[in-house]
């Protein structure tokens, strides 16, 4: 593969609201810089479903999916020195930055101000569409794979890759742990992470649920508390109650509830990202100096601390293993809230 781009198999969307098919896609050739990647397995989030259904806005097709993607080096170029032939390895929601403004220089390449290069749906520097993880291998630089701890399964370990790093960053970044109280709305393929890893780091963990059904399942994670957002009475119940509140979902919420819900300084931050727009009153956050925010994915080295921590800790994500030719299929069901918690796509079956 060193000396010409090849072709590769791989499911992709060939237009919007169109069922994924086999295919082959291009892969460049390997750089100086760059590690050939065989894929061993490739999570679902729902921004693929967003995304290969135009919903966040205009797409690029045919477009491969995935940007939570494990695999094993299958070749290095070079000029390579942070792996070899044979490490177990992964990518996530990005390929490449700028590498020289500011946020790149500070580790945060997730907001690079020229505009990350995305795994998928993206342009690369050489001007060409990137393909995700919806195939059998993929090269990337050395500088945006990171190294996945022997501590972790492949299979679990893909969806870290995204839904991992998506609340482990700001988890950190507003300091969840002991002492803090916590309440991760939605209990899906990022809340369930979310609850894990908040209680890995100490908190005092909440669900925050349309109902009860998964009640079971969010304490067995590791939350200490479950509620259901279809009772009012939860919303006057725990009025005042919380340090941080992330949202997971990707529908619109009724933010000026939810921020009844914080402590003065509180901050509720948004991690699902809906597609349509959302209303606030903006006395929500004026009383209690209530902060709103959001937050994306993490920087590399973030990505490769949480990686580490999750191994420390044990954790990975609940999956259903799937093959190839239910994807389609797993989209339906994600859309649904069918999933407990992570589709994994086994990769030899493309």
Not at 228 to 254: K, M, N, R, W, Y
Not at 328 to 334: D, K, T
Not at 341 to 346: A, H, K, L, T
Request: with cysteine; charged share 20%.
């Amino acid at each position: 593969m060193t000396e010409q781009i090849t072709t590769v198999s791989a499911y992709a969307a060939p237009a919007p609201e169109a069922p994924l098919e086999r295919t082959t896609v291009p892969r460049r050739a390997v750089g100086e810089f760059d590690v050939l990647i065989d894929i061993k397995y490739a999570g679902i989030c729902h921004s693929d479903i967003h995304q290969a259904r135009d919903g966040w806005g205009e797409g690029i097709y045919p477009m491969v999916p995935g940007h939570e993607i494990a695999g094993v080096v299958a070749e290095v170029g070079p000029g390579v020195t942070k792996f070899t032939v044979g490490d177990r390895v992964g990518v996530g929601c990005m390929v490449d930055s700028c590498r020289e403004c500011e946020n790149c220089k500070a580790g945060l390449e997730q907001y690079c101000a020229q505009g990350n290069v995305q795994t998928y749906n993206g342009i690369g520097k050489d001007g060409e569409p990137t393909y995700g993880g919806y195939s059998t291998h993929i090269v990337v630089d050395e500088a945006y794979t990171l190294r996945i701890p022997d501590g972790l399964s492949l299979d679990v370990a893909a969806p870290l890759l995204c839904a991992g790093i998506t609340t482990y960053s700001p988890l950190a970044h507003w300091h969840a742990g002991p002492g803090k109280k916590v309440a991760i709305v939605g209990l899906g393929g990022l809340g369930h992470m979310a609850v894990k890893i908040a209680h890995a780091m100490g908190a005092e963990v909440t669900v925050l649920s349309q109902t009860l059904r998964k009640k079971d399942d969010g304490l067995k994670l590791g939350a200490d508390h479950y509620y259901a957002t279809s009772d009012d009475a939860t919303f006057e119940q725990l009025a005042g109650s919380f340090d941080l509140i992330l949202s997971t979902v990707s529908a619109p919420l009724p933010l000026d509830k939810y921020l009844g819900l914080l402590r003065t300084d509180g901050a509720f931050v948004n991690v699902g990202a809906p597609e349509e727009p959302v209303s606030l009153n903006l006395f929500s956050v004026i009383a209690g100096r209530k902060t709103l925010a959001g937050s994306g994915i993490g920087g590399i080295q973030e990505t490769q601390e949480m990686l580490d921590f999750c191994a420390a800790h044990g954790l990975g994500a609940e999956i259903e293993l799937i093959r190839a030719d239910q994807i389609n299929e797993a989209y339906e069901r994600v859309l649904a809230s069918d999933v407990r918690y992570r589709f994994v796509i086994d990769t030899a079956t493309i």
